[in-house]
């Protein structure tokens, strides 16, 4: 028997409208999704009517739950992964199953679905050099904080980095603290969805727009450095 296909599937970070043509055929297509949140992704899978059973899988899954994908796909079966939002394994724990699969059978065949990246949309308006840039995730929430921006600080390209509603101020104090004061910033609340806004600035000043503004949502940051 051959043995089944994972898809790693991009889907939209916040606008709907932004899924490809290849992704919902390929969900459709599938014996089963895996998703972090079961009833989250029905966000997106019943606007496109796509009934195909989900499993979750998130980065508390035990490993038993590893050994179940892995078993599917020995015995044929095609499956899909997707996350909340974006892109699985960027910042996201499902690089943790392709690792295992890949460890405990080399020969499975793992297919990228390409698609929305808050990553590379931050990129592309942010105006800064693109030709090398750092990924640098989501900040540490306490222990090695310092030392992270500490080192960011020193990397002598663009970077971009992750941050929730509850910490993007503390994030923005931290850069400010660490970073020149004449670097530029640019700080995306909420990429394609309805109160998308882009608040451009210098590291001193940027945390006094945003102050001005809304708080809540999802960022993204990016740095010229």
């Known amino acids: ?58 980065q508390h899954s035990p490993e038993k739950r590893f050994k179940e994908v892995l078993g599917l796909l020995e015995n044929g079966k095609n499956l899909a992964l997707i996350t909340d939002a974006g892109t699985p394994g960027i910042s996201d724990p499902g690089n943790l199953l392709i690792d295992f699969l890949i460890k405990n059978n080399s020969d499975l065949k793992i297919v990228p679905i390409p698609g929305p990246s808050a990553l590379i949309a931050a990129l592309s308006i942010s105006g800064f050099s693109t030709d090398k840039f750092y990924f640098a995730g989501f900040p540490p929430l306490k222990n090695k904080r310092e030392k992270f921006f500490k080192e960011l600080a020193v990397i002598k390209n663009t970077i971009v980095l992750y941050e929730s509603t509850h910490r993007i101020l503390r994030t923005l104090e931290d850069i400010k603290n660490n970073f020149e004061s004449n670097k530029k910033i640019v700080v995306c609340r909420e990429l394609t969805k309805q109160f998308e806004t882009i608040y451009r600035a210098t590291v001193v000043n940027i945390a006094d727009l945003l102050n001005a503004g809304s708080l809540k949502g999802e960022f993204v940051v990016v740095i010229e450095n």
Do not use: W
Request: one cysteine or more.
């Open 1 to 58: 028997m051959n043995s089944g296909i994972l898809y790693i599937v991009a889907t939209p970070i916040g606008n709907l409208k932004d899924v490809t043509a290849r992704a919902l055929e390929t969900l459709k297509d599938v014996d089963y999704i895996l998703c972090e949140d079961t009833r989250d992704s029905q966000k997106l899978l019943s606007p496109f009517g796509i009934t195909t059973k989900t499993l979750s899988l998130h």
